[in-house]
Structure formats: C-alpha cells, structure tokens
C-alpha cells in the first residue's frame, strides 16, 4: 500500500524542526542553562505544541542532546584512529579532532553533572577515554611522552584541562580553532614547545588534505 502524498513531507518538516530545537538548543543552552522550553520554542521558531511533541520535558531533550554528542563523539574518534603514525601525531590529530565536538556541545558542561548524571557523562567520554589512554600508553612507551604519570592518570589531567578551556570558551575569554589547545596538550604530554608547534602544523595540513579528498 502507497504511503499518503502528505505524509512524507509531513516527516520530513517533522525532522527539520527537531533539528531545528536540537540546534537552537545547543546554542541557547550555553548562554542560559535554565531557560525555559517556551522560551526555547520561540527561539527555535516553533510553537509550544511542535516542540513537546518531540521533547516532552527538559528531560528528554538534554537526552536528545546527550545521544547525539555521544554519536558524534564516537564518529570523531573513529576518524581520528584511522591512520597509524608517531605518538605525538596521534595525540594531535586527536586534539584537533575532538576540539570542535566539545565546542558544539561544551553548553552540556554546564547541565552534565547537574540534570545528566555522572554516570552518563562517563559513557558519553568512555571511546575518547580509551583512544587517549592507548595513544599516551604508547607516546610513553616509545619516549615521547614523559612517564611521571601512569598514563591513565595524565590521560584524566589532560581531559581536566580541555574541559577547564571549554568552560573559558563559555565565558568568552577564549576563542580557538582547537590549535592553541592541541600545541598545549602536547606540551603538557612532554612534547617540547616547538616540536609540538611543528606537530600540530603538520598534523592541521594533513587533515585539510584528507578532508579535501574526502
């Protein structure tokens, strides 16, 4: 039986105003973790009805939020283990990669804990936890990264620190593409400062290569 002429598009005006909340969210949400969902809606351009129907209550939609930062971060690690190369590469391609998903969602920062859960914010990070934790393991086996630190440890220490520079992007007294923050973390991991400033230049041409083949 042939699906109703109107009820495709009917979908697909369906999924365009969920995409639409879902990024009206993300943005409002950084600039006021406690607004409303009726203020929500009318930023999103929906009435109050549109937007219940997809979200019920806050509830719902920060897990709408969560699932897809968490599907987005699980793409961005894969993207980021693609290629095998020297430890200090891998770090920054790393970095590089996993900047712009935490600035899209760094508005979680301020409502994880609180409405989220511990528990859920752990698996949220756990596939970028265990790449980090496998590409430092590796850095200290090989000598590039320093070994005062188990590397699980420094692994927790550096993502403290990108949380800590997310949380300096909300306030407005930082803005990076994710360079800045990548040469730190290398520096942090006990890279040399300009071996790390080569690094992560080379590692930034390499990714705009592969996205322009892309």
Known sequence: ???????????RNARSNRARILATARQELGRNPDITLEELARA?????????GHFPGRAALLEALAEEAAETLQAAVAAASRSAEPAERALARFSLTMWPVGDRYRMLLALARRDLGQERVTGILEPARIRAAAILERGQRDGVFHSRLPASVMGAGLEAMTVALLEQVNTGALEDDGTRVAVTTLIAAGVPEKQACAVVEETTAALAAEAAAD
Do not use: A, E, N, Y
């Open 44 to 52: 999103s351009g929906v009435v109050r009805r549109t937007l219940f």
């Open 1 to 11: 039986m042939s699906q109703p002429v109107g009820r495709v598009p009917q979908r």
